[in-house]
């Protein structure tokens, strides 16, 4: 991992054979657009070609640095350089590339300590002797007499020369090598040779990868769970497929980063990370207080939405803004609190318009309606995938020639993601809970509470004659049972579910008794 001279962090390092045929201007504009990106120029020839117009033939190694996965590196940096040739009209050919993995070596640490001194040897005696063996033991072994510099030195001749070297900025330290000495922890002696240092990254990022086979065994786990007594035995062979496919690839990561392992160990290695992670699904589907909604989905949502942050995350990590966005967002939330409001009526005014209402006929309070925003809010945020699927694209190089198959993707993917998470989850499912109350009520039965509304059975008492009160929407019956929705304004909202109407009266003029069973007349 590193950062090239404009703040942008690259993973990939490759090193190409370009050639360049036009005039030395051409060669100018190639080498300025190369230090622009921060790719070093490792070797230059140039050679004289005879024509009209003196072009030279220029050969060019170009360390090229960008951020993005292995897979198709190679064809990454060719294709960087083309779209620098085509840019600049140049007669560019990349003859050769080569991805180099430079990863730096992690030395043997030593920490420099004072060693006893001469003089503060003490007597000849036995006493004496044990305590300076105990100090030189303290010294070399718990770091007792540690100046607290450490170095990192593949040889105690060459951890020697750093620890006497002088520091700008720090006073006391000893200036002579005589004077200080180095160990290892613990007194861990000899080092390892060079041949066996270990590199400090490659191993524990190839072994990172090992968590997406174990997200695809905690999905498997948790749908095989969910599966299992809803049916024959055969109709939990779905997830099957896929829970081999997880440990075959945690079997192929683990050769790759253990070559050194091989039959039993290997084995168990490679199947254990999505074995445990299908295992733990398993339980926690088995275990969910509901199994109608049942943990499988909460588990499926959580491995979903992993996988829709790292999209978004590489897709901001490679955007030129990705340094402008902490100081952005701020602003932006600022303006949220000015949009709940709107958002809140939007679900509650969908759920009323199943019975002929609108949101003024329904008082709704201040925290339904920001529970409601953010239920909508969080149906929005469906609309991440498309990004996600950018970030995917722009990581596995995707979208370096090829940008407009990205993009159209992309858009596919917002239409359909806008579809499914604001229309679908948000606006159908407020509509859908409408219909739901209506057919509730049509049954006898009392609807479910919808952010604030509350319907409930009730019994009409008119405080005079029923000829004289005002009804907005149809006719009052004082003997059948109404379903309340709520009132604004002074106004109480009836629903008669005979005449599938809504009944507009003012709570001044009659008087509401809630009933517990809607199917007996009221007295």
């Not at 390892?192 to 498997?220: D, E, I, K, N, Y």
């Not at 920001?370 to 945020?381: G, H, I």
């Not at 919808?450 to 059975?457: A, H, M």
Request: proline share 8%; glycine share 10%; charged share 20%.
């Amino acid at each position: 991992m590193g950062v090239t001279g404009s703040g942008q962090r690259w993973d990939q390092r490759a090193v190409a054979l370009a050639r360049l045929k036009g005039t030395s201007t051409d060669c100018a504009l190639f080498e300025a657009e190369l230090q622009a990106r921060g790719w070093p120029v490792l070797n230059r020839r140039e050679e004289q070609v005879s024509g009209p117009r003196g072009e030279v033939d220029c050969q060019y190694t170009v360390e090229l640095r960008f951020p993005g996965s292995a897979i198709r590196a190679s064809t990454a940096a060719r294709e960087h350089l083309e779209v620098i040739s085509d840019r600049l009209v140049l007669d560019l050919v990349v003859e050769a590339v080569q991805c180099v993995e430079r990863d730096p070596v992690d030395l043997p640490v030593w920490y420099v300590y004072r060693p006893p001194a001469a003089g503060e040897q003490p007597a000849e005696t036995r006493a004496g002797r044990w305590r300076a063996s105990v100090a030189a033991w303290a010294a070399r072994t718990l770091g007792s007499r540690d100046t607290g510099r450490q170095v990192r030195a593949g040889s105690e001749e060459e951890a020697l020369v750093l620890a006497a070297r002088s520091l700008p900025g720090v006073s006391g330290v000893p200036g002579a090598s005589a004077e200080v000495a180095v160990r290892r922890s613990m007194d861990v002696t000899p080092p390892p040779p060079p041949s066996v240092w270990p590199l400090r990254r490659a191993r524990s990022r190839r072994m990172a990868m090992m968590r997406f086979p174990a997200l695809v065994g905690l999905v498997c786990g948790a749908w095989t769970a969910g599966l299992w007594g809803a049916g024959p035995l055969w109709s939990v062979v779905p997830p099957l497929p896929f829970l081999l496919g997880a440990m075959a690839a945690a079997l192929m990561i683990a050769r790759w980063v253990l070559p050194e392992l091989s039959g039993a160990r290997l084995l168990a290695l490679g199947c254990s990370a999505p074995l445990l992670a299908a295992a733990f699904g398993a339980f926690a589907v088995a275990t969910a207080p509901d199994r109608r909604v049942g943990f499988g989905v909460v588990v499926i949502g959580i491995g979903f939405g992993y996988l829709v942050l790292t999209g978004v995350w590489l897709w901001v990590r490679q955007s030129r803004w990705a340094l402008t966005l902490p100081w952005l967002l701020p602003a932006l939330l600022a303006f949220l609190p000015g949009l709940f409001p709107g958002f809140g009526l939007s679900l509650p005014t969908l759920y009323l318009d199943a019975f002929g209402l609108d949101m003024e006929d329904v008082e709704v309070p201040a925290a339904m309606r920001l529970l409601a925003t953010f239920r909508l809010l969080a149906a929005a945020l469906v609309l991440l995938i498309a990004p996600a699927v950018l970030g995917y694209m722009r990581h596995t190089h995707r979208m370096i020639t090829g940008s407009w198959f990205g993009y159209t993707a992309v858009a596919f993917v917002s239409v359909y993601a806008l579809m499914a998470g604001v229309v679908g989850l948000a606006f159908v499912s407020a509509s859908s809970a409408g219909q739901k109350a209506v057919a509730a009520a049509a049954e006898g039965r009392t609807p479910s509470r919808y952010y604030g509304i509350k319907p409930e059975w009730v019994c009409v008492h008119p405080v005079k004659d029923v000829a004289r009160v005002p009804v907005d929407g149809g006719t009052l019956d004082p003997v059948r049972p109404y379903l309340s929705l709520g009132d604004a304004g002074g106004t109480a909202v009836l629903w008669d579910p005979r005449e599938k109407a809504a009944l507009k009266i003012p709570l001044s003029a009659l008087r509401l008794v809630p009933v517990d069973d809607p199917r007996r007349p009221c007295a």
